[in-house]
């Protein structure tokens, strides 16, 4: 295993073992509160850690550059399960839940959260695929854009606009780095605002949610940033070094989802302004070596695919925090290894475990060349290899 895929497999444990004591702290109260075992939720929670790490140990020995040729079958599963949650005949499978059918077999899977890495296998491979083509609109882009669509759609009648725009940002971010014009994504951007507005209407909840944002002061939001308005109280009350662990009053019934889409407010409150640095340095240490595992890959979809996922966990870490500390509207975006949700945990977990084979993979090869005198000295001879 590389340097840089070790760091990181030490760099998630640290971010798995503060998220399971955070969540037990800031879940404790809610359990007994309904009058279950106060651990109620680090016990499941421990449960997707346990097949969290079987996805791990899969992916990582699992040689990456196969799932490109899986990259469409995991696509066609991911939209698939996101239909089954916008059918009206398959309402008792996912029923409504808080105003959206986002989930299966009552909030037990998150459809959405797995299509993440179908977005990142499959626009590595059709913008490997479609290398010579990638700067041009109507054979390279637009493509693409028609089966990404048919997902977005899906989660567009959830209802799930910030999964919308999560995935178009997952697949822009892979496009320009394989090659594609930026100039095509500014006159796609432009094409789709009166698509996106109409959205935003349509839905209420988003745009209070954007009004509210605006207008935090306003009577007239007052209850749109209810939730806002405690993750601020609770990260203020932090201070420096925080009230200590397990002694927030914020995650005491006040602070909605507190152990989920708002565990960064509770983290401010109990361990304070340096907590909350420290974590958001961790995160920054894991994109680190995410980045660095994607510069040093041995083919170009193994880059692709590591760019991909890196840029998905720290978009998704720091939109959690900023909403937190009320830098952004409210997303709904978990915080990754530390928010309670089994299917964004797993998902962790799986893109970690194909991060560090594309780690090890090249130290393998490079070991295995530097030992075989018959094989080529460049670095180059790997890449041509792969492309061959």
Avoid at 53 to 82: H, N, Q, T
Avoid at 249 to 278: C, H, K, N
Avoid at 313 to 336: D, F, R, S
Wanted: overall charge positive; glycine content about 12%; hydrophobic content about 55%.
């Amino acid at each position: 295993m590389g340097i840089e895929a070790r760091a990181l497999v030490i760099a998630t444990a640290t971010l798995l073992a503060f998220g399971l004591a955070a969540l037990y702290s800031a879940s404790a109260f809610e359990a007994s509160h309904d009058g279950r075992n106060s651990a109620m939720f680090l016990f499941k929670q421990l449960s997707g850690v346990a097949i969290g790490s079987v996805f791990f140990a899969i992916a990582a020995k699992m040689d990456a550059e196969r799932w490109s040729k899986l990259s469409w079958w995991v696509m066609g599963i991911a939209i698939a399960a996101m239909l089954v949650t916008v059918l009206p005949f398959t309402i008792k499978i996912a029923p409504p839940i808080l105003g959206a059918r986002r989930y299966l077999y009552g909030g037990s899977i998150q459809p959405s959260e797995f299509a993440k890495i179908a977005v990142i296998l499959w626009t590595a491979m059709m913008a490997v695929k479609k290398a010579d083509q990638m700067q041009r609109l109507s054979k390279g882009l637009l493509p693409i854009g028609v089966v990404l669509g048919v997902l977005c759609l899906t989660a567009a009648l959830e209802p799930d606009l910030s999964t919308v725009l999560f995935f178009i940002l997952q697949a822009g971010i892979i496009l320009i780095a394989a090659g594609a014009r930026i100039g095509h994504f500014v006159f796609l951007g432009v094409a789709g605002v009166p698509v996106l507005w109409s959205e935003v209407q349509r839905l209420q909840y988003v745009l209070e949610r954007i009004l509210g944002f605006a207008d935090m002061a306003g009577a007239a939001h007052q209850k749109v940033n209810y939730q806002l308005d405690q993750s601020l109280i609770a990260v203020g009350s932090g201070g420096w070094f925080g009230t200590g662990f397990g002694e927030g009053r914020q995650a005491l019934g006040f602070l909605p989802l507190s152990y989920d889409d708002f565990i960064g407010g509770t983290i401010g409150e109990e361990w304070g302004f340096v907590g909350l640095t420290m974590l958001i340095a961790t995160f920054a240490v894991w994109g680190w070596l995410g980045f660095r595992i994607a510069a040093q890959a041995r083919t170009k979809f193994q880059q692709l695919v590591a760019m991909g996922i890196t840029s998905t966990m720290l978009i998704t870490a720091y939109l959690h925090i900023g909403v937190v500390i009320g830098l952004l509207p409210t997303t709904g975006l978990t915080l990754p290894f530390i928010s309670y949700g089994r299917s964004n945990l797993i998902l962790s977990f799986l893109m970690t475990g194909i991060l560090v084979n594309i780690g090890s993979t090249r130290e393998k090869v490079i070991g295995d060349r530097a030992t075989d005198p018959m094989a080529p000295a460049a670095r180059g001879g790997s890449f041509a290899r792969a492309g061959a």
